[in-house]
Nanobody, 124 residues
Framework: VQLQASGGGLAQPGGSLRLSCAAS????????IGWFRQAPGKEREGISC???????EYADSVKGRFTISRDDASNTVYLQMTNLKYEDTAVYYC???????????????????WGQGTLVTVSS
């Protein structure tokens, strides 16, 4: 079971990036997939989740700017990030959990599998 996060890089404020979370060894649509980020000196923050039933969740900090989606054909979950802000700079991680209570989607401790992280830097 492996998750591979990619797509990070440098973006200007107001710009866009798309992150990918590719799974191998298991089928993503059986799992709830979360995106987290961790900025230097800060705790890991849950920012979005795509549940098995297709519902989505967003942290207030990214609502309206980020969109999570799942492509079953490629076994990949995406995080489309638009209108990026300086405070979006962080290492972004994807994670998977088979079962969870929806209210806890943002808690990193409930996730069983983690990708390696991809760095997003928002700078002019």
């Amino acid at each position: 079971v492996q998750l591979q996060a990619s797509g990070g890089g440098l973006a200007q404020p107001g710009g866009s990036l798309r992150l990918s979370c590719a799974a191998s060894g298991f089928t993503l649509d059986y799992y709830n997939i979360g995106w987290f980020r961790q900025a230097p000196g800060k705790e890991r923050e849950g920012i979005s989740c795509h549940s098995r039933d297709g519902s989505t969740e967003y942290a207030d900090s990214v609502k309206g700017r980020f969109t999570i989606s799942r492509d079953d054909a490629s076994n990949t979950v995406y995080l489309q990030m638009t209108n990026l802000k300086y405070e979006d700079t962080a290492v972004y991680y994807c994670a998977a959990v088979f079962g969870y209570h929806r209210r806890t989607w943002h808690l990193s401790r409930i996730y069983d599998y983690w990708g390696q992280g991809t760095l997003v830097t928002v700078s002019s």
